[in-house]
C-alpha cells in the first residue's frame, strides 16, 4: 500500500504514513481489550471494553522541513524613493547638491535590494535617482566651458556698447553746442555741460531758458555738478566733461567734450573728445584723470572712421 500524499510504502497494519504520518484512509479501526471495573459495587462489571480509533496525527511538513510561511508582499525601498526625489531636484534647481546624495542613495538602495532576496522593490526608482544624479554632476564642466567661453564674449560686447553709447553722447553734445552758439551768440560756445543742462528751472517754461541753463541736455550729464574742471555723473559706465575755450568778457570760441570709461577694460576700451569740429576721436590708452583743456591735445587722437 502507498500513500495518498508523499508516495511512500505503508505497511498494511499501519494507520499512518511513517513517512508523512498522513492519516490512511480506509486502515482498519482496532480495539484495545482493557478491563474496566464497574462504577458503582454490586453491578457486573464487563470483562473487555473497546477502547475509541486513534485520532489522526496532524500532518507536518515533508521531510521534517519548517512550516511554510504567510506570504508578504515585497516594500520599496525608502532609500530608492529617496534617491528620485533628489535626482529630480537636481535636475530641476539644486544641481550638484542634489545630485550627489542622489547617487549615494541609490547605489545603497540597489544593494539592499540586491540582499534583500525579493523582500525589497524599487530598483527602477533608485537606477533612475542615480542617472539623474549622474547627469547633473557631469553637467557642471559643460557649464565651466560654456561660461568660460560666454563671459568674455558678453563682456566684450557690452564694452563696445558702452564706447558706442559715449561716442552717440559725444556727437549729441556737439549739436547742442551749435544749436547753443546759434541761441546766445553773445556767449560763444557753452562754457561747461551745466550750461546746457535745465538747471533747477521748469525747462517747459520758454522764458526760462537762458545762457546760464538752456535746457538742450537733461541730467545726469548736464546737472548743476557738470562744470568744466568736474567730470559729470556715471552713464553707460563712463564719466563727461565739456571744457569750453573761453576769454574773460568775450564769446567762448571753441569747447572739448571728453568722455573717459570709469575703468578701462572693464566699463569700455576707449576714452573719446570731439570740439567744435564735430568729430569725435578715440584713444585706447593713457585716460585721462581730468577733463581735456586743450584743442589740440584732443586733435593729437584718432577720429572715429
Given at each position: ?5 508523499c ?31 464497574s ?21 507536518q ?62 530598483e527602477g ?94 541730467a ?7 562744470i ?45 573728445c ?6 569725435v576721436?578715440y584713444?585706447?590708452?593713457d ?16 577720429p572715429?572712421?
Amino acid at each position: 500500500m502507498f500513500c495518498f500524499k508523499c508516495g511512500g510504502n505503508i505497511p498494511e497494519t499501519a494507520s499512518v504514513c511513517p513517512l508523512c504520518a498522513t492519516p490512511v484512509q480506509g486502515a482498519p479501526q482496532t480495539a484495545s481489550p482493557v478491563p474496566q471495573p464497574s462504577a458503582q459495587p454490586g453491578q457486573p462489571v464487563s470483562q473487555w471494553q473497546s477502547v475509541p480509533a486513534m485520532q489522526p496525527v496532524q500532518p507536518q511538513a515533508p521531510f521534517g522541513g519548517a512550516p511554510a510561511r504567510p506570504y508578504v508582499p515585497p516594500q520599496t525601498d525608502g532609500k530608492a524613493t529617496g534617491s528620485l526625489i533628489l535626482g529630480i531636484l537636481s535636475m530641476v534647481c539644486l544641481g550638484i547638491l542634489a545630485g550627489i546624495p542622489a547617487i549615494i542613495l541609490g547605489h545603497m538602495s540597489r544593494k539592499s535590494i540586491r540582499e534583500s532576496m525579493g523582500r525589497l522593490k524599487g530598483e527602477g526608482q533608485a537606477t533612475a535617482g542615480m542617472v539623474m544624479g549622474y547627469i547633473s554632476v557631469a553637467l557642471i564642466p559643460v557649464i565651466l566651458i560654456i561660461a568660460a567661453i560666454a563671459i568674455p564674449s558678453l563682456l566684450r560686447s557690452r564694452m563696445a556698447a558702452n564706447d558706442a553709447a559715449a561716442a552717440s553722447t559725444l556727437r549729441t553734445v556737439n549739436t547742442s553746442q551749435v544749436a547753443y552758439l546759434t541761441q546766445y551768440p553773445q556767449a560763444g560756445y557753452a562754457r561747461d555741460m551745466a550750461s546746457m543742462g535745465p538747471g533747477s528751472v521748469d525747462c517747459s517754461i520758454d522764458v526760462n531758458h537762458s545762457s546760464d541753463h538752456a535746457c538742450l541736455l537733461s541730467a545726469p550729464i548736464a546737472s548743476e555738478q557738470c562744470i568744466a574742471t568736474n567730470w559729470c555723473a556715471n552713464k553707460y559706465g563712463f564719466q563727461f566733461a565739456v571744457t569750453g575755450i573761453c576769454v574773460e568778457n568775450q564769446p567762448c570760441s571753441d569747447y572739448i567734450a571728453t568722455a573717459v570709461p570709469l575703468q578701462m577694460g572693464a566699463s569700455g576700451t576707449r576714452s573719446f573728445c570731439s570740439t567744435s569740429d564735430g568729430v569725435v576721436r578715440y584713444k585706447r590708452s593713457d585716460p585721462p584723470a581730468a577733463p581735456i583743456t586743450s584743442v589740440e591735445e584732443c586733435n593729437g587722437w584718432a577720429p572715429i572712421s
